[in-house]
C-alpha cells in the first residue's frame, strides 16, 4: 500500500496535502461530479465519475491508508475496492476527528473552518470545548453555537442549493450535536443505530428520486475498536469484517448510474504504555501552563503572560526528540492548518506540541482517565495517521 506519495516508514511525519490530496476536496469534486456549478475539483472526480446521477460518500472513523492492509484477511471487499481503485488523500491538521469531519463537511482547511482539534480553549475563558461531547445550543449550553463557532456555510448546503437531493445518515445521537450542525448541516437527518441500518438508510436515500442525490454515511466502529483494544486486537478485526458487510451490501446494490466513495478522517497508531508521558505527573510540564487542550498526539498549551518561552524550554527538555514543541505562531507558519484568520488563532495553544513516533502525552487525572488507557491513538503528523484513503465504486 506505499507508493509514490505514501512513504514506506509509517512513522514518517509528512505534512497534508493541502494543495492537491486532502480530505477537504472530497466533497467539492461529489458536487462537480453532480453538476453543481462554481466548485474546484483538485480530485478530478468529475472526469472520473461522469455519467452519475447518484453519489454515496461514506466517512470510516479511523481507517488510515496503512491500516487497509491489516484489514484485508477480515475485509475483502475493502481489499478489492484499494487495489481496483483506491488512491492516498491527506486529512488536515491535527489528524483528529472533529477537525476532518468539518473539514470534509465543509470543504475548507482547519485553520478556515476553526475547528482545530479535538479539544480547544474557548478564548478569553478557562473553559475547553470537547467537540464530540458538544451540546451545540449556544449560551444557553455555556457552549458556543455552533454556527458561529464554525462559520462557514457546508458543502451539503451548497448542494441542496443547486437542486441536489441531500441525505446525511449516521447514529441517532449525533443528530442535534455541536459537531453535527457545524459539519453536516443541509442534509435530511436519518438516524442508523448500527451498520444494517447505515446501509439501509444510505440505499433508501440513494434510489429515493429520479434527481441528482448525495448522500453521506458515517460509520464510527473500526476507530472506536482501535481506540480501546488496539489496531489488529481481535475487535478491531471484528469491527473490520462488520465494515467490509457494510461495503458488500452498499456496493452489491448500487444503482446503475450511481457511484460510492469511502474515505476516512485519520488513521490509528497503537502506543506502548512506556510511551506514554503522564503531564499530571511531573510538575515541569505543568509549570506555566494555564490551561491544556488538544489531545495525547497533539498538546495546545496556554500559557501564563510571559511563561511561553520556559513553557517551551521545559516541554522540550522532557520530550527530547520524542516530539516538535514550538510556539502557535511557529506551527501557523509551518502551514500545518492551512491559513488562520485572527479570529481563530486563540483556539490554538500559545505553545504547540506534536508528537512523533509512537510518543502520546496523557492526562491522567485532569482529563478522562479513560483516554489514558487507550491503545491506539491518532491527532500527530506520523504518515500511518494522515494518510486516509479514497475508494470507489461504481454501480
Not at 449516521?170 to 448541516?185: Q, V
Amino acid at each position: 500500500m506505499t507508493g509514490p506519495d505514501v512513504p514506506a516508514d509509517p512513522f514518517e511525519p509528512i505534512h497534508p496535502r493541502y494543495d492537491d490530496a486532502s480530505l477537504s476536496d472530497v466533497l467539492p469534486g461529489a458536487l462537480a461530479a453532480l453538476g453543481v456549478p462554481g466548485v474546484a475539483d483538485p480530485l478530478g472526480l468529475a472526469d472520473r465519475l461522469a455519467g452519475v446521477r447518484r453519489l454515496a460518500v461514506l466517512l470510516v472513523d479511523g481507517l488510515g491508508w496503512y491500516q487497509i492492509p491489516t484489514a484485508a484477511p477480515y475485509a475483502p471487499t475493502l481489499a478489492d475496492l484499494a487495489a481496483r481503485d483506491g488512491r492516498p488523500l491527506t486529512c488536515g491538521f491535527p489528524s483528529t476527528t472533529p477537525t476532518s469531519l468539518v473539514g470534509l463537511g465543509t470543504g475548507a482547511l482547519p485553520g478556515a473552518h476553526g475547528v482545530l482539534g479535538f479539544r480547544v480553549n474557548v478564548p478569553g475563558t478557562e473553559r475547553v470545548l470537547t467537540h464530540i461531547n458538544w451540546p451545540g445550543g449556544g449560551a444557553a449550553d455555556d457552549d458556543p453555537d455552533p454556527r458561529r463557532w464554525q462559520p462557514l456555510p457546508t458543502r451539503f448546503e451548497q448542494a441542496a442549493a443547486a437542486g441536489v437531493a441531500v441525505t446525511v445518515a449516521s447514529r441517532p445521537e449525533f443528530a442535534r450535536s455541536g459537531l453535527t450542525a457545524a459539519a453536516n448541516a443541509g442534509g435530511d437527518y436519518r438516524g442508523a443505530a448500527d451498520p444494517d441500518a447505515l446501509a439501509a438508510e444510505m440505499l433508501a436515500a440513494l434510489t429515493a428520486g429520479d434527481g441528482p442525490t448525495l448522500v453521506y454515511g458515517y460509520h464510527p466502529d473500526l476507530d472506536k475498536h482501535g481506540h480501546l483494544s488496539g489496531v489488529d486486537s481481535a475487535s478491531w478485526r471484528a469491527a473490520a469484517a462488520d465494515l467490509d458487510g457494510l461495503l458488500d451490501r452498499l456496493v452489491e446494490r448500487l444503482p446503475a448510474d450511481a457511484a460510492l466513495l469511502v474515505t476516512a478522517d485519520h488513521g490509528q497508531l497503537n502506543v506502548p504504555a512506556d510511551r506514554k508521558v503522564d503531564l499530571d505527573a511531573d510538575p515541569r510540564l505543568r509549570a506555566g501552563v494555564r490551561v491544556v487542550a488538544g489531545e495525547p498526539r497533539v498538546r495546545y498549551l496556554h500559557t501564563r503572560p510571559g511563561a511561553t518561552p520556559d513553557v517551551v524550554a521545559a516541554w522540550s527538555a522532557v520530550l527530547g526528540e520524542s516530539a516538535w514543541v514550538g510556539t502557535r505562531a511557529e506551527a501557523v507558519a509551518a502551514g500545518w492548518f492551512g491559513p488562520v484568520p485572527a479570529e481563530h488563532l486563540d483556539r490554538i495553544g500559545d505553545v504547540v506540541v506534536i508528537c512523533h513516533g509512537t510518543t502520546a502525552v496523557v492526562a491522567s487525572a485532569s482529563e478522562n482517565p479513560l483516554e489514558a488507557r487507550l491503545v491506539a491513538y491518532h491527532g500527530s503528523c506520523t504518515a500511518t495517521e494522515m494518510t486516509i484513503p479514497l475508494l470507489t465504486a461504481r454501480g
